[in-house]
């Protein structure tokens, strides 16, 4: 990969990783998916939206190809694109108390419900901590995501607008631990692995 590493340093760099494709994408979702603190770029943001676009396509798609009932319909949020249960899946539990994941008739999961569920329980922190870094290099504290609980369909699209747009250079703060980003007096980390806010240089003349 010449002067851009290998796929592991990509992988694993602290600093949000600019115009990555999608196997250094993925990865860092899930090498960087229990971090609050840090950044994460537009293309790491991106790569993941996709790749759950897919899933959601199996999950839903396949059982009702295969003449299965309708259990599963899909959101999509700033948290991520998602498969969502159209049942209530009665998982375990007996007489009076059980435990389940949905909403609707209660229904016992069949094999392929399974790894779909699991699929959303794995991937529900490492999507909370995307967003979160994404918003950081906006320069925005995570608590913006508090706008998609209590706001709505507004907080949506304030959230949605913020994490499409451009990074700004003060996102670097974030890179620090999660209650150093909210001191100013504290020494900025260097901006080593994020070039998508340098000044290019001058071209030269020639005479």
Same mark, same amino acid.
């Given at each position: 990969?010449?002067?851009?590493?290998?796929?592991?340093?990509?992988?694993?760099?602290?600093?949000?990783?600019?115009?990555? %494709?999608?196997?250094?994408?993925?990865?860092?979702?899930?090498?960087?998916?229990?971090?609050?603190?840090?950044?994460?770029?537009?293309?790491?943001?991106?790569?993941?939206?996709?790749?759950?676009?897919?899933?959601?396509?199996?999950?839903? +798609?396949?059982?009702?190809?295969?003449?299965?009932?309708?259990?599963?319909?899909?959101?999509?949020?700033?948290? %991520?694109?998602?498969?969502?249960?159209?049942?209530?899946?009665?998982?375990? +539990? =007996?007489?009076?108390?059980?435990? +389940?994941?949905?909403?609707?008739?209660?229904?016992?999961?069949?094999?392929?419900?399974?790894?779909?569920?699991?699929?959303?329980?794995?991937?529900?922190?490492?999507?909370?901590?995307?967003?979160?870094?994404?918003?950081?290099?906006?320069?925005?504290? %995570?608590?913006?995501?508090?706008?998609?609980?209590?706001? +709505?369909?507004?907080?949506?699209?304030?959230? =949605?607008?913020?994490?499409?747009?451009?990074?700004?250079?003060?996102?670097?703060?974030?890179?620090?631990?999660?209650?150093?980003?909210?001191?100013?007096?504290?020494?900025?980390?260097?901006? =080593?692995?994020?070039?998508?806010?340098?000044?290019?240089?001058?071209?030269? =003349?020639?005479?």
């Amino acid at each position: 990969m010449g002067d851009r590493g290998t796929f592991r340093q990509q992988a694993l760099a602290r600093g949000p990783q600019r115009d990555v %494709g999608p196997l250094v994408a993925w990865a860092r979702f899930w090498t960087q998916g229990w971090r609050f603190s840090g950044r994460a770029s537009r293309s790491e943001f991106a790569w993941p939206m996709v790749f759950e676009l897919i899933v959601v396509v199996l999950a839903v +798609g396949i059982p009702v190809w295969s003449g299965t009932p309708w259990r599963w319909t899909w959101y999509a949020d700033p948290f %991520g694109i998602m498969p969502s249960p159209a049942v209530y899946f009665h998982l375990w +539990g =007996s007489g009076n108390w059980w435990w +389940g994941y949905g909403d609707g008739a209660d229904v016992p999961p069949r094999a392929w419900d399974l790894p779909v569920i699991a699929w959303v329980a794995v991937t529900a922190i490492p999507r909370w901590t995307l967003l979160v870094r994404r918003l950081h290099d906006r320069d925005h504290t %995570g608590l913006w995501v508090l706008l998609l609980a209590f706001t +709505g369909p507004i907080g949506w699209l304030v959230v =949605s607008a913020m994490v499409v747009r451009r990074p700004r250079a003060a996102g670097v703060r974030f890179d620090r631990t999660l209650w150093d980003a909210y001191k100013p007096s504290a020494t900025l980390p260097p901006e =080593s692995q994020d070039t998508a806010t340098a000044t290019p240089a001058a071209p030269s =003349s020639t005479t």
